[in-house]
Nanobody, 114 residues
Framework: VQLVESGGGLVQPGGSLRLSCAASGFTFSNYLMSWYRQAPGKERELVATIRSAGGSTNYADFVKGRFIISRDNAKNTVVLQMNSLKPEDTAVYYC????????WGQGTQVTVSS
């Protein structure tokens, strides 16, 4: 099982980034997919979730209206489009797959700074 995140980096406040997570080794279409983040000295927190069937989504209040989560079951990928980024969005972002088991990626660093 592998979850490989990409797309992180340094961006100025107000900018955008697009994170991708490539999944392999399990039946991706069956799994609930989420993005979490963890800032230094803080606990890991849920950012956004997309369900396997129908693709309904949920967002943390602090990203509503700015971030969009999507998935492509044919390509086994989940994407987090992040817009209007703020310095407080700085964190390591993790891809998560959950069904009977819980799988994590290695994380990708997002830094929002001028």
């Amino acid at each position: 099982v592998q979850l490989v995140e990409s797309g992180g980096g340094l961006v100025q406040p107000g900018g955008s980034l697009r994170l991708s997570c490539a999944a392999s080794g399990f039946t991706f279409s069956n799994y609930l997919m989420s993005w979490y983040r963890q800032a230094p000295g803080k606990e890991r927190e849920l950012v956004a979730t997309i369900r396997s069937a129908g693709g309904s989504t949920n967002y943390a209040d602090f990203v509503k209206g700015r971030f969009i989560i999507s998935r492509d079951n044919a390509k086994n990928t989940v994407v987090l489009q992040m817009n209007s980024l703020k310095p407080e969005d700085t964190a390591v972002y993790y891809c998560n797959a959950k069904l009977l088991r819980n799988y994590w990626g290695q994380g990708t660093q997002v830094t929002v700074s001028s």
